[in-house]
């Protein structure tokens, strides 16, 4: 049987490279994994993750989301001429007082999020149309469905995310191109170490005024909490991304914690939005 073709953005650390080492060490061999990662001097964990004759599912690319030409190199790579699952889970986090974020981190964290991810899948878009199939799994998080302080650049990437995804699975329907997000909590990753984030005492923050930085206090310590308590494995992550990989109807979202969080179901059951950022505030600005 053909072997599904499946192309991973953001392989050197987290979900991707977990993504990767799965599909690429499938015990039927069912998949050709193309692993792209912007630096490629990161790709031993990868390589050393998968074994054996697995090694021959796997091949590993450069590819920066945010460099229109190293997207359509690593296409070029690509030796079947068509990619039948492109997963776009290449992405970055910003954390911290709004007023002290400097323009090029925000401008930083919407190229990899929002137009890294659409550049990505305009490369592949009008293959996938022509072919009449193909599957577009995207990284999203429940930071694009409800909002977060000290997260409002972050969410707003992965909110516009949810916004392009939805509106192109509109379309894709016609084309029998499935678009899904797969919807992430907290997950055990480099995320939280890799994402740049103004600590307390930063003198970055030596303009912002004394509750905020006191609020931002208790959200780290919330963060933190969360993050020991409730965070999600890889693995999970990854079971539900084979799921709708191989689902014959994939859904739109899948919910890594199997359902809508209840936080972001107050958002749909009471759209006036009061209840949930009150929630939201006591959750995070009330705890202990
Ligand atoms: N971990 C969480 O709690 C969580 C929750 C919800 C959603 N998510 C989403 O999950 C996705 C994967 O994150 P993760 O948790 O696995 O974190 P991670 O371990 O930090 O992985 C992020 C990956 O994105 C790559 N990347 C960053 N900028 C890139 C660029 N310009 N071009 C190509 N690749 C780039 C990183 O590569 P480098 O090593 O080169 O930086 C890394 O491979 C992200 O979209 C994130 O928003 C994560």
């Known amino acids: 049987m053909e072997k599904k073709v499946v192309l991973i953005t953001g392989c050197s650390s ?31 964990r990868l390589l050393e993750s998968v074994k054996g004759p697995h090694r021959d599912n796997l091949e590993i690319l450069r590819m920066d989301v ?50 890294g991810t659409i550049q990505t899948i305009q490369a592949f878009l009008s293959e996938m149309k022509a072919r009449g199939q193909g599957r577009i799994l995207v990284t999203g998080s429940t930071g694009g469905l409800h909002g977060l302080p000290f997260n409002e650049v972050y969410c707003a990437s992965k909110f516009a995310i949810e916004g392009a995804c939805e509106s192109l699975a509109v379309l894709l329907k016609h084309f029998n191109v499935h678009v899904s997000l797969i919807e992430c909590g907290p997950v055990n990753t480099s995320f939280m170490v890799n994402l740049q984030k103004a600590e307390v005492g930063d003198p970055s923050l030596k303009d912002v005024d004394a509750q905020t930085l006191s609020l931002y206090e208790k959200y780290l310590q919330h963060c933190s909490s969360v993050f020991q308590t409730a965070a999600q494995d890889t693995e999970d992550i990854v079971k539900v991304f084979l799921t709708a990989i191989q689902s014959p109807s994939p859904s739109f ?35 202990q």
């Open 14 to 44: 987290g979900i991707g490279l977990g993504l990767a080492v799965r599909l690429a060490s499938d015990p039927d061999q069912t998949f050709k994994v193309y692993a792209t990662m912007r630096d490629l001097a990161k790709k031993e």
């Open 66 to 115: 945010t460099d229109r030409q190293s997207i359509w190199d690593a296409k070029d790579r690509v030796v079947e001429k068509r990619v039948d699952v492109l997963v776009c889970n290449a992405g970055v986090g910003l954390m911290g007082p709004l007023e002290a974020q400097p323009l090029h981190s925000m401008r930083h964290v919407l190229e990899v999020n929002l137009l």
């Open 253 to 287: 979202r899948y919910f890594t914690n199997g359902a809508m969080p209840p936080l972001t179901r107050l958002k749909f059951t009471e759209p006036d939005g009061a209840q949930y950022i009150s929630a939201m505030s006591r959750i995070i600005f009330s705890e």
